[in-house]
């Protein structure tokens, strides 16, 4: 199962794709904080059309933690919507460049919500516009991912505050990010 190539999304409309995701549900790793809460996505595509500025938060202990990075396509010419993100380790010193596989595995007609993986089926995101996503819809996605190859089990759910939290000034970057993508 887990050989079988996945099926990933055609012709992504990144425009639409563009705004904030709210991290319903993810594969816990050691280096994101246990206790984060309220993890997001904010999704702009840069001035070239082409490349997409990519602002990761998460709230722990009450205080912000956000890396930037930039997503384009893997492969320029495939319709296919596998991307690399990209971040600079550490994020204050602009030296390292952090590569990583972002494949969107399945997203809704009207861009509500997004199955996200990667090649090695070590890290997998539920994502959705809003803090909390349907039961019935998360649970197909879930079916879905097992579908694809994904243990499932080791899906844990992220807790939301609804209304979610401002950006807030009091932050410090963390590299809990680079490694959540590249599992380093």
């Not at 563009?18 to 280096?31: H, K, L, Q, T, V």
């Not at 997503?71 to 590569?99: M, N, Q, R, T």
């Not at 199955?115 to 994502?127: D, F, N, T």
């Not at 516009?129 to 080791?154: C, F, P, S, W």
């Amino acid at each position: 199962m887990a050989n079988k190539e996945m099926t990933v999304v055609k012709n992504l409309d990144v425009k639409r794709y563009m705004g904030r995701w709210y991290e319903i549900g993810s594969f816990p790793s050691f280096f994101q904080p246990r206790d984060g809460e309220n993890t997001r996505a904010t999704y702009t595509l840069n001035d070239d059309g082409v490349t997409v500025h990519v602002l990761n938060e998460t709230w722990s202990k009450g205080k912000r933690d956000y890396i930037e990075g930039v997503a384009y396509k893997a492969d320029p010419g495939s319709d296919e919507a596998k991307l690399k993100v990209k971040f600079y380790l550490p994020p204050f010193l602009p030296i390292i460049p952090v590569v990583g596989d972002y494949w969107v595995l399945f997203v809704d007609d009207d861009y509500q919500v997004a199955l996200i993986g990667e090649p090695r089926r070590k890290y997998l995101w539920i994502l959705c516009r809003k803090t909390h996503l349907d039961d019935e819809i998360y649970n197909q996605l879930v079916q879905r991912a097992m579908e694809e190859g994904y243990d499932v089990g080791k899906l844990q759910k992220t807790p939301q505050s609804d209304p979610p939290p401002e950006g807030e000034d009091q932050s410090h970057k963390g590299i809990w990010w680079f490694k959540s993508l590249f599992g380093k």
